[in-house]
Nanobody, 124 residues
Framework: QVQLVESGGGLVQAGGSLRLSCVAS????????MGWFRQAPGKEREFVAA????????SYADSVKGRFTISRDNAKNTVYLQMNSLKPEDTAIYYC?????????????????WGQGTQVTVSS
């Protein structure tokens, strides 16, 4: 069983930055793809970014390309999401997720474990 715990959310003004962290339990973190998703009120959960097991490949939603950066530190069992130039439309609960599959997936259904989420609110 894997547990994921996110942190780093908060309230920030438009144009500001936040860095989210997600710590995973278990010894096999470095074997798996990690992703970040978000869910705004009244909307479906959507893909934000993903990173392969050793960090060699990343993928981003078009809405965050050039503003967000996903990275990981396998020695710390941690994945990060650096969010710059934040916009009010980035307001959502952000979730990290673990994918035991072999390809970088952008859909919710392919991810096997989820954190509890951390709230990000961007004021205008």
């Amino acid at each position: 069983q894997v547990q994921l715990v996110e942190s780093g959310g908060g309230l920030v003004q438009a144009g500001g930055s936040l860095r989210l962290s997600c710590v995973a339990s278990g010894r096999t973190f470095s074997s798996y793809i990690m992703g970040w998703f978000r869910q705004a009120p009244g909307k479906e959960r959507e893909f934000v970014a993903a990173i392969t097991s050793r960090g060699g490949r990343t993928s981003y939603a078009d809405s965050v390309k050039g503003r967000f950066t996903i990275s990981r530190d396998n020695a710390k069992n941690t994945v990060y999401l650096q969010m710059n130039s934040l916009k009010p439309e980035d307001t959502a609960i952000y979730y990290c997720a673990l994918d035991r599959g072999t390809g970088v997936d952008t859909t919710v259904e392919y991810y096997d474990y989820w954190g509890q989420g951390t709230q990000v609110t961007v004021s205008s």
